[in-house]
C-alpha cells in the first residue's frame, strides 16, 4: 500500500472529511483513503440533502461530493452549502467528467473535480492544493484531477 | 455495430477494473451476438437515449461481486443480495460514466438511465436480440462480462450534411 506524509490542519490536527455518496462501497473506498492521509471522518451522507445537514452538524474541513445521487444531486448541494458557508472546500468525486460538469459544479462553488475511481495518490494532491498545503501540488487546472479538460 | 461506439466503452470498463482493483485486467472471447442476452449473474443493464443510442449490460457472478466489494471496501465484507447489487451498480456508474464522459466530450449528446438490476431467475426483460459486442474481462476478482448494442441516432451537428435544395 502506497504511503502518504499526513495531511494535518494548521493547527497539527487531523483534517475532518465529510463523505457523500449514494454508494456505500464508494464512501467506504473513500474513506480507507481518508485513512492512509491520516484524516478523520466527520460524517457521511448518501444524497445531497442529507449532506446539507450534516455539513451544518459536522462543519467539515473539506467534503468529498458525489454529482449523481437521489433526492438532490451534488452540484445543487454545493450550491447551498456553499451559499450559506462561503468558506466550505468541497471537492467533487464522480465518474461522470463530462466538461460541463465540472463547469457547473466550479461555478457553484466547489474547488476541484476527480473521476472516478479515484486514485489515491490524484486525490492526495488535490486535497493538499484545496487545503492550502502546497499551492503548487495540483496546479490550479481541474485538468490535473479529472485528466479531462485539455 | 458502429466501433466507434462501442470502443469507449471496452476502453473505460477495462481502465476502471484495473485501477479499481489495483491489478492488471485481460480482456478475452470478444464476440458478436444477435441472440437474446443470456444473463450469467447479476446484471446491471443501463439504457442510452439521444443522439446515439442503446444499451450496456454489465453482468457478474454474485461470488465475483462480493470479492469485488471486499476489494473496494478495504476489508472482509459480509455477502448479502444487498452488497452484490450496489457492487454491481457501482462497477456499471464507474463504467458508464467514464465511457460517456468520452463520448460526451466528442459532441454527442444523450441521457443515462441508472442501471436496471437484474438477479431473479428470469432473463432480462426488454433486452430483444440485436446486435451486440459481447466481452469477457479477466479480473483478479473473477471474469466480468460486458455486452454493448449501441447506434447512431443523429450523426453529430458538425457532421451532418447540408439537406440537398431542389432546383
Known amino acids: ?150 | 455495430m458502429r466501433m466507434e461506439l462501442i470502443q469507449p466503452f471496452i476502453n473505460a470498463a477495462d481502465a476502471v477494473f484495473a485501477e479499481a482493483l489495483q491489478a492488471p485486467t485481460k480482456i478475452v472471447d470478444l464476440s458478436m451476438d444477435e441472440n437474446t442476452y443470456r444473463r450469467k449473474g447479476v446484471a446491471a443493464l443501463i439504457a442510452i437515449k439521444g443522439d446515439i443510442e442503446g444499451r450496456v449490460i454489465l453482468d457478474l457472478a454474485p461470488e465475483v461481486a462480493m470479492r469485488v466489494a471486499s476489494h473496494l471496501a478495504g476489508a472482509m465484507v459480509p455477502e448479502s443480495e444487498q452488497v452484490v447489487r450496489e457492487t454491481v451498480c457501482e462497477l456499471a456508474n464507474m463504467v458508464i460514466g467514464n465511457s460517456v464522459t468520452l463520448l460526451n466530450d466528442q459532441g454527442f449528446r444523450f441521457k443515462v438511465f441508472p442501471p436496471e438490476i437484474h438477479m431473479s431467475e428470469q432473463g432480462l426483460a426488454g433486452t430483444v436480440d440485436t446486435e451486440a459486442m459481447v466481452l469477457c474481462i479477466k479480473t483478479p476478482c473473477g471474469e466480468i462480462y460486458l455486452n454493448i448494442a449501441m447506434h447512431y441516432l443523429h450523426r453529430r451537428r458538425h457532421e451532418q450534411a447540408p439537406v440537398p435544395t431542389l432546383d
Open chain 1, 1 to 150: 500500500m502506497q504511503q502518504f506524509r499526513a495531511l494535518l490542519r494548521k493547527d497539527q490536527k487531523p483534517v475532518r472529511y465529510l463523505v457523500v455518496d449514494d454508494s456505500v462501497f464508494a464512501r467506504k473506498n473513500l474513506i480507507k483513503m481518508i485513512e492512509q492521509f491520516g484524516g478523520e471522518v466527520a460524517g457521511e451522507a448518501g444524497d445531497g440533502l442529507t449532506a446539507i445537514a450534516e455539513y451544518n452538524r459536522t462543519k467539515p474541513d473539506i467534503v468529498l461530493m458525489d454529482i449523481t445521487m437521489p433526492q438532490m444531486e451534488g452540484i445543487e448541494a454545493v450550491e447551498r452549502i456553499v451559499r450559506q458557508h462561503a468558506e466550505a472546500r468541497i471537492v467533487m468525486v464522480s465518474s461522470v467528467g463530462y466538461q460541463e460538469n465540472i463547469l457547473a459544479a466550479l461555478q457553484k462553488g466547489a474547488k476541484h473535480f476527480v473521476q472516478k475511481p479515484v486514485k489515491p495518490e490524484v486525490l492526495y494532491e488535490i486535497l493538499r492544493y484545496v487545503l492550502g498545503d502546497d499551492p503548487n501540488a495540483a496546479g490550479a487546472p481541474v485538468a490535473l484531477a479529472g485528466e479531462r479538460l485539455s
